[in-house]
Nanobody, 122 residues
Framework: VQLQASGGGLVQAGGSLRLSCAAS????????MAWFRQAPGKEREFVGS????????YYANSVKGRFTISRDNAKNTVYLQMNSLKPEDTAVYYC????????????????WGQGIQVTVSS
């Protein structure tokens, strides 16, 4: 599976952005998907994940209630809708595909997108 993220950019605090992650291959619908982020000087952290069918989602406390993950298996795409953005959300965001839903560890995911910059100005 190859993953290609898009939709990042610069936004003011309180604004919204939607990231997309398009997957190649016909096995997308068999993978749980997740989003991670890495701010400068910090370790990569878990943002949230979505189950194979899209019926279950799980979020880090820092984004719960502001971010929403969804997927469209017919389009081989997973989305991250980010609302009420804060400067501390500034990071490079990564999508990832793995076998098991809900894991917060990097090691649980087999495939990674290239990363996309999100910058939130105050």
């Amino acid at each position: 599976v190859q993953l290609q993220a898009s939709g990042g950019g610069l936004v003011q605090a309180g604004g919204s952005l939607r990231l997309s992650c398009a997957a190649s291959g016909r096995t997308f619908s068999t993978y749980a998907m997740a989003w991670f982020r890495q701010a400068p000087g910090k370790e990569r952290e878990f943002v949230g994940s979505i189950s194979v069918t899209g019926g279950s989602t799980y979020y880090a406390n820092s984004v719960k209630g502001r971010f929403t993950i969804s997927r469209d298996n017919a389009k081989n795409t997973v989305y991250l809708q980010m609302n009420s953005l804060k400067p501390e959300d500034t990071a490079v965001y990564y999508c990832a595909a793995g076998t098991y839903y809900g894991h917060r560890s990097n090691n649980a995911y087999d495939y990674w997108g290239q990363g996309i910059q999100v910058t939130v100005s105050s």
